[in-house]
């Protein structure tokens, strides 16, 4: 799986993440966000998706 910023969007306001996947497939996800103080965290899950 890969992101096509084309077909593919995350809505920041909501964190919405959609688009048309075109294959089958499963990926580990690591999210990582910080913060004006610094702060650091990340988050790993699997995303898979399916037929």
């Known amino acids: 799986m ?3 910023p084309t077909t593919d969007a995350w809505a ?3 964190g ?3 688009g048309t996947p075109t294959a089958t497939g499963t990926s580990t996800v690591t999210v990582t966000a910080g913060d004006a103080t ?3 965290a990340s988050q790993s899950f ?3 998706v399916a037929p």
């Open 16 to 18: 919405a993440i959609t």
């Open 2 to 4: 890969y992101w096509n």
């Open 46 to 48: 699997i995303w898979t």
């Open 12 to 14: 920041t306001s909501t």
């Open 38 to 40: 610094g702060a650091v």
